[in-house]
């Protein structure tokens, strides 16, 4: 049976190294001692069920280690469940009881090292990549051996679609490139050309031959299937190295590497393909995309560099003298790799660079400690749900501890979690980065990092600003906390080292980008050279990171006023302009990396709210406010479709079907704008949605995806379902119901 383990070491492997003892780690493990035989089969019951159940509620709800740590920490729930019946009205009494039983639950769910861990997955083009990388190296059977093939297998099948194809993404429509990989790992895990549960590979064949055979795979599949020998490498657009000898970053690719031919790739250049491989004109498909993949058509300037390159300055730079140039640029992008490498303890940026620069690696050479170094953090991606193994984008510990632990500080209920609280205290503070990039980080292209918190553990090493902002909002309020109950606050160095994360991600414009200063022009954009993608090539600033910037500032602020006074002044100023200048017509705001127009405008109305703004002088707030009362559902809750982001205009989920977790943040919204104060009817109709939904145990029941990101892809955020849920309700019961007590006293 699977056990996750947490903060694990590797066993003493002596090819992977952690800057802070593998706090934050989280990897499975198959031990076939392992549980009793009738928790084996509550495993199995939880797989079948969501097979039978797949084509209805397509995210996972995570239930296997769910099932392990409430085994492990004999949890049992023995608060009474709640219910608010028709035209009954909520009491204070019912709405804390719902808080109490999740936040009970929610704190059983905890690792040992403090955070919570879950799946952040919901791509399916994540793992095809490193099982194609894993079978061109010959170690596929070493890091995936039988169980964890069968594991793959499951969720390959689970997520099918009953057309034959795969999407995009888990609740997205099929796709070539997803149908492609997917199918391609299924044969590569042993499944023959009619094989698979329910007629799995001849469904996935005859999708992709319906459409004209894997010639239309977007331009990312066309550079897989290159590098694996079914497509030709004169049939892909050209990425130069040598862009790497530029004073600026562009994208690449590794080159015109080809793995071995095998009699595998040979069936599948049969299967995939409508004509003959010997017979394809590779030249003219290079430009094509199948219309399911298409979201970022190419402009024209973009097909004509695309020629150029093609066309001239491939044949020179493949030629002597000017192959002389492309060696240095080879060795200067290895040097890149390299770097990025050691600097995220080989888990790399994110999980599609992982199977890359792996790769990279052991073309270098095959046996050296760089490419041992990169299968030591497999585990690091891979995760086990009841609908099978899936690969990681790259974890989200950080993100979602932190929001976990401002979920449970807003119950109230310290005398009650206190343990719960101290041990998420210390994994934040234990996990925020203490170091920049290693050397002269600028030369490549790396910005300062110390002081910030990434999205995973302190071993990713990327600093991402709203995870930087959240971290120091937990770390401020534990700070007004008994250290005795909470343990021991953050020194102010620390607390100042996150500030100026902040303050440097900060674009004249008012808004804070992700990753690193957004100083790129835009324009770029019209380079970007993936078709399903948008946004791709530069940084861009957003609401999400800007409001939760303010938050932690203004917080910050109020602590240590002194410190930095007017800069922090004028980086709340002009952020709160950035808010209001991108409100959109309806009201509402954008959400980049949630669905979508319900997260922007949560997270646009706590940042003006943190910031001073009210109903009545910001009519930023009253159109947000509109928004969401206009967009509430009659059972009292919200809910959005991931379509919202791709189209970007709001479109609600089908069926007038509501999500808890949307109804979650536009409750909380609401609060934030004070709506209590003028008409708490939607309040109270939304809480009672979320009571009545909580279950037995006091979990809340998982629904559709509400993740997203470069807004054609969606991600399932598994923690959110608890955390957002628990912590509207907690606002509810602090903002809403106690103060119509209080008001009912004075009457």
Request: glycine share 8%; hydrophobic share 35%.
């Amino acid at each position: 049976m699977w056990k996750l383990k947490v903060a694990d070491g590797g066993n003493n492997d002596p090819y992977i190294f952690s800057t802070n003892n593998f706090i934050g780690r989280q990897v499975w493990e198959f031990d076939p001692d392992y549980g009793t035989r009738e928790e084996q089969a509550e495993v199995e019951a939880a797989r079948e069920n969501f097979w039978e159940n797949r084509h209805l509620i397509k995210c996972s709800s995570d239930l296997l280690w769910r099932m392990q740590f409430l085994r492990e920490k004999n949890f049992k729930q023995t608060i009474p469940q709640v219910k608010v019946g028709d035209g009954e009205e909520i009491t204070y009494e019912i709405a804390k009881t719902a808080v109490r039983r999740g936040a009970h639950f929610f704190s059983a769910l905890q690792a040992s090292d403090g955070h919570w861990p879950a799946e952040i997955a919901g791509p399916l083009y994540f793992l095809p990549p490193l099982v194609m990388c894993l079978y061109i190296t010959g170690h596929l059977d070493t890091v995936f051996p039988a169980e964890y093939r069968r594991e793959i297998l499951r969720y390959l099948y689970c997520h099918q679609n009953e057309d034959g194809g795969w999407g995009f993404h888990i609740e997205g429509h099929s796709t070539m490139i997803s149908t492609t990989l997917n199918y391609i790992c299924m044969r590569i895990l042993g499944e023959g050309p009619d094989g698979g549960r329910d007629n799995a590979c001849a469904r996935g064949r005859k999708w992709i031959r319906d459409r004209g055979g894997v010639t239309s795979i977007p331009s990312w599949g066309k550079t897989w299937l290159s590098i694996f020998g079914l497509f030709d490498w004169s049939g892909s657009n050209p990425m130069p190295p040598e862009f790497w000898l530029f004073p600026s970053f562009l994208p690449i690719h590794p080159g015109r590497f080809v793995g071995p031919i095998t009699p595998l790739v040979l069936e599948l250049r049969e299967e995939l393909f409508l004509q003959p491989h010997n017979e394809i004109n590779w030249k003219k498909v290079r430009h094509l995309c199948a219309k399911e993949d298409l979201y970022y058509p190419h402009p024209l300037i973009q097909d004509l560099m695309w020629d150029t390159l093609y066309i001239c300055t491939e044949p020179l730079l493949t030629r002597w003298p000017f192959n002389k140039l492309r060696q240095k640029a080879l060795e200067v992008t290895m040097k890149h790799i390299h770097y990025e490498d050691e600097n995220s303890r080989y888990i790399t940026i994110g999980c599609v660079e992982k199977s890359l620069c792996m790769l990279a690696c052991w073309v270098e050479n095959p046996n050296g400690d760089y490419f041992k170094k990169h299968l030591a953090r497999i585990p690091d991606y891979i995760w086990v749900g009841e609908d099978g193994i899936k690969m990681q984008s790259f974890g989200s510990q950080e993100w979602d501890t932190a929001f976990a632990l401002q979920a449970l500080l807003a119950c109230n209920m310290t005398n009650e979690i206190g343990p719960t609280l101290k041990k998420g205290h210390g994994f934040v503070r234990e996990s925020q980065v203490k170091d920049n990039p290693s050397g002269d980080f600028k030369s490549m292209f790396r910005h300062i990092s110390k002081g910030s918190w990434t999205f995973a553990d302190q071993d990713h090493g990327w600093q991402v600003s709203d995870c930087t902002a959240e971290g120091l909002k937990c770390c401020l309020l534990f700070s007004l906390m008994p250290p005795e109950i909470v343990g021991a606050k953050m020194e102010p160095g620390w607390l100042y080292d996150s500030v100026n994360i902040l303050l440097s991600l900060q674009s004249k414009n008012g808004g804070l980008s992700a990753w690193e200063p957004a100083t790129a022009p835009k324009w770029l954009e019209m380079f970007n050279p993936t078709e399903f993608f948008a946004n791709t090539i530069v940084e861009h600033e957003y609401v999400e990171c800007t409001a939760s910037a303010i938050q932690a500032l203004v917080l910050f602020k109020t602590l240590y006023p002194g410190h930095r006074k007017k800069e922090v002044y004028n980086c709340l100023t002009n952020a709160v302009r950035f808010i209001e200048d991108k409100q959109m017509p309806n009201g509402s705001w954008y959400g980049s990396w949630g669905i979508c127009f319900t997260y922007g405008t949560w997270f646009a109305l706590g940042g003006l709210a943190a910031a001073g703004k009210t109903y009545n002088n910001c009519l930023a707030i009253r159109r947000g406010v509109e928004f969401l009362l206009k967009s509430q559902r009659d059972d009292g809750g919200w809910g959005e479709s991931h379509a919202s982001c791709p189209n970007e205009k709001y479109i609600p989920l089908e069926g007038n079907r509501s999500n808890l977790v949307q109804t979650a943040w536009a409750l909380m919204g609401l609060l934030h704008s004070g709506q209590a104060e003028r008409d708490p009817t939607p309040l109270h109709s939304a809480a009672k949605l979320l009571i009545n939904s909580q279950m037995e145990d006091g979990d809340f029941p998982q629904q559709e995806i509400t993740g997203s990101f470069m807004k054609n892809c969606m991600l399932h955020y598994a923690t959110y379902r608890n955390t957002f849920p628990l912590w509207a309700l907690a606002e509810y019961v602090k903002n809403c119901i106690s103060l119509s007590s209080l008001e009912e006293m004075l009457k």
